[in-house]
């Protein structure tokens, strides 16, 4: 029901275009699929995966001759379920870290604003509100606000937190901070990076350095690369997104924000065109507002 609430806006405005797009109209037409495609790409889905499930949908309307507009939303409700099926992620419930990698490293990348401190100290919640000790490292050292805002959730969620003065190397953070995760017997760590763009091989040299360091405390890590985007910028996330996967591997998503916003159905556009796994959603600015995402339910809300 949050995860309801949460996407309100998204799911109404959905559904308003779409029952728009088809009043009146019994068969599923060339106008119907051409104010269909309008109705997806200013839900934000993005025009290449729009395309994509256009394409589908008329594929059945070929092979059935006849599809009726009463259908449409069953179908394409199937189609988007499809399409996030493609990743294999999507269908916990619960926030889960695998029982047999201590520390459970996660590493978290993002621009400055999208909410990432935030979505950490929400994480740090959940994992800890289970009884996991949780760490936090604050190797966004490029602004001294950073550090102080993730020492802000530090103390809320009451947790330990490593951090240096700022200008400090990123690295040499995240190296103490796992140094001192094992020392603590820390179940998970979780690592804020610097959320500057502006120059791609800086940002490339800086996390792989900082993931390099990491490795010589506790083999393989991180365990996670998590990109948090801000999804009430709709295609903007999707660029960020792009440029972060050139630059690390990401291997999840936190799509923030999808609170008080239309454009929800960029989680659709990105999972699709990435093909990277969106972990969790963030539906408020509160310590509870942030969910496992799971596709089904997802799905469920834009469709009911
Ligand atoms: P950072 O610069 O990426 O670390 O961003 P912050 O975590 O500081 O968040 C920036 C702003 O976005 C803050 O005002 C947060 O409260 C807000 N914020 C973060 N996540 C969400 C969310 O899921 N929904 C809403 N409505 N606001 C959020």
């Known amino acids: ?42 839900s934000d889905v993005g025009v290449n995966t729009t395309l994509k499930v256009i394409e589908r949908i008329e594929a059945r309307v070929a092979k059935d001759k006849y599809l009726g507009t009463d259908e449409l939303n069953t179908i394409l409700r199937e189609e988007i379920a499809s399409l996030l099926s493609e990743t294999n992620l999507g269908e916990e419930t619960d926030f889960i870290i695998p029982q047999d990698k201590k ?7 993002g621009v400055n604003g999208v909410g990432k401190t935030t979505t950490i100290g929400k994480l740090a919640y959940q994992f800890k509100k289970q009884g996991l000790k949780v760490v936090l490292g604050a190797a966004d050292t490029f ?56 120059n791609k091989v800086n940002l490339m040299n800086e996390l792989t350095k900082v993931k390099r360091v990491m490795q010589k405390v506790v083999d393989n890590t991180p365990n ?42 960029v989680v659709i556009g990105i999972s699709d065109q990435l093909k990277i796994p969106v972990k969790y959603i963030g539906v408020g600015e509160g310590i509870e507002d942030l969910q496992v995402f799971n596709k089904f339910e997802f799905v469920d809300s834009f469709f009911k």
């Open 224 to 265: 996670d690369v998590l990109l948090v985007l801000d999804g009430s910028t709709g295609q903007n996330a999707f660029e960020q997104a792009k440029q972060f996967t050139a630059a690390t591997e990401v291997t999840s998503l936190a799509v923030t924000k999808l609170d008080g916003t239309a454009k929800g159905g």
């Open 143 to 198: 602004r001294a606000a950073a550090i102080d805002q993730l020492q802000v959730w530090a103390d809320r969620v009451d947790i330990p937190i490593v951090k240096q003065s700022m200008g400090s190397d990123p690295a040499s953070v995240a190296f103490d901070t796992l140094k001192s995760a094992v020392t603590q017997n820390a179940d998970v760590v979780i690592i804020d990076t610097a959320g500057r763009l502006h």
């Open 103 to 109: 520390p459970y490293v996660i590493m978290v990348v």
């Open 1 to 42: 029901e949050t995860l309801d609430k949460g996407l309100e806006k998204s799911k109404s405005s959905f559904f308003g275009k779409l029952s728009k797009a088809v009043a009146g109209k019994s068969k599923v037409d060339d106008d119907v699929l051409d104010d269909l495609e309008e109705v997806l790409v200013s």
